[in-house]
């Protein structure tokens, strides 16, 4: 069956880092558009970051650019996200994605994510 495991989340301070992983099984991992979104309390889940197939288009929000980075590794069916100069108003549950199209991680899109993750905790103290 279909799994996206993340890993990596935790409690760190303001300035810090950050790595998330997302393991990847069950599709063809080395097809799809994927992608990490968060999700503050009372709020809505919005796409952070994505990453092509192929590595060679990326998405930033503009709330994580120039601290964030998305990458992967396909033989490892994996994609991470540093995250670098962490903020309070970093603190939320990531989820990792994956879907057809890099459009579903477009805000106003009508393309959807196809498979989601559990998520993992990323709290960052002031």
């Known amino acids: 069956q279909v799994q996206l495991v993340e890993s990596g989340g935790g409690l760190v301070q303001a300035g810090g880092s950050l790595r998330l992983s997302c393991a990847a099984s069950?599709?063809?991992?080395?097809?799809?558009?994927m992608g990490w979104f968060r999700q503050a309390p009372g709020t809505e889940r919005v796409a952070v970051a994505a990453i092509s197939w192929s590595s060679t288009r990326t998405y930033y929000d503009d709330s994580v650019k120039g601290r964030f980075t998305i990458s992967r590794d396909n033989a490892k069916s994996t994609m991470y996200l540093q995250m670098d100069g962490l903020k309070p108003e970093d603190t939320a549950v990531y989820y990792c994605?994956?879907?057809?199209?890099?459009?579903?991680?477009?805000?106003?899109?009508?393309?959807?994510?196809?498979?989601w993750g559990q998520g993992t905790q990323v709290t960052v103290s002031s």
């Open positions: 994605a994956s879907a057809e199209t890099m459009g579903a991680y477009y805000s106003g899109s009508v393309h959807r994510p196809t498979y």
């Open positions: 069950g599709f063809t991992f080395n097809n799809s558009a």
